[in-house]
Structures are given as C-alpha cells and as structure tokens.
C-alpha cells in the first residue's frame, strides 16, 4: 500500500507541476506583452506626438515677431505714424531748405524701426550716409515731453534746429514753452531719453 500510495503521488505531482507550468507561461506573455502596450502608451503617448506640430508653429510664430518688429538697438526706436517717421516729412529738408517738406514714397529708406520718406533722390542719399546725423532727437518724439519723463507725437510744423540737431515737439504751442529754456529743457531731456528707450523697447 504505501508503494502504491507513492506512486501514485509522484504522479500527481508531475501532473500538477505540468498544469502549472502550462499556466504559467501563457499567464507570463500575457503580463509581459500588456505590460509592454502599459509602458508603451505611458511613454509613448499620442496626444503629445500628434500636438507636438501644433505646438511647434507658434513658437516658430513668436519667435519670429520680435525679430521682424523689435529693433536690435535700442538707440534705433522712433516715433512713426503709419510707420512713417517724421509723418513723413523730410528730416534732410530741415537742413538744407530750413524748412518742414513732405517725403515721397519714391524716396525712401528703411532705418531704425521706421520708414523714412525724402522729397529727393538727393536727400534720401545724404541721409542713408549718415542717419544720425539728420534724424530728430528722442527717436522723434516730442522734446518738451522727454524733457517731462515721458513721450507725446509730433507736429512736423514745431520743430527747430539747436547746435546742428533736429528738435521735434508735439504742437506750436509746446514748441514755444519748451523754447522758455532750451538749454535746461535739452539737459533734462537728455538725462530722461536712455530711460525712456529702455521702456519704449521691452
């Protein structure tokens, strides 16, 4: 009997270990191939593929405005109407004909953040061989206005030269109050224009 019983456990027992290990190993694929589709979603994941283009074209987008709209200098900020600076009166006439003429688009050249219009071949020359040498003071905005710690538009109209620089102001009138003391209101103009250009280019 007990030879028997032996035998007939060792029996049992291969039986068992051979159900076993037949469970085993489709239970093992299984774990193995969805554990490997759980990762796969987990770091993988679609959405973040397909947005990934999408995401892509407004960075491009805003990198490429500033670049096309911010000046790389900040000494090159103008006041411009339009994108006209001056209004597009002629900064080069101011010196030459001692008086306000309107540019033409036939004559013009781009300079700063700004197109500038010339009312001659000749004057748009001269002022592409020495921009700083014609273009008015404070990036064109008014002189009184600077001289107060801010920046105000321009009348063409008020304007005057002083030690071989252009002077804009914003009306006759301001003209003629900044005028009260040119000297003191250029000296306090000066002092306030690098922090004013600072805040025109953030």
Known sequence: MNTKHFAIFAITSILGLSLAAGCTAPGTGNTTESTTEEGAIETYPEPP??????????TEESLAEPEATAPQDASLVFYSDN?????????VAYFQQGQPVQGSEAFSYEWGNATWLFSSAENRDLFASDPERYAPEYGGF??????QGYTA?????????????LYLNATTGVQRRWERDIPGNIAKADQNWPGIQGD???
Do not use: H, M, Y
């Open 142 to 147: 008014c002189a009184w206005a600077v001289s």
């Open 83 to 91: 994108g006209f600076a001056i209004r597009g009166t002629d900064p």
């Open 200 to 202: 025109l280019i953030q």
């Open 153 to 165: 538009p321009i009348d063409p109209n008020a304007w005057k030269i002083v030690g071989d620089r």
């Open 49 to 58: 593929t397909e947005a990934s283009p999408t995401e892509a074209s407004p």
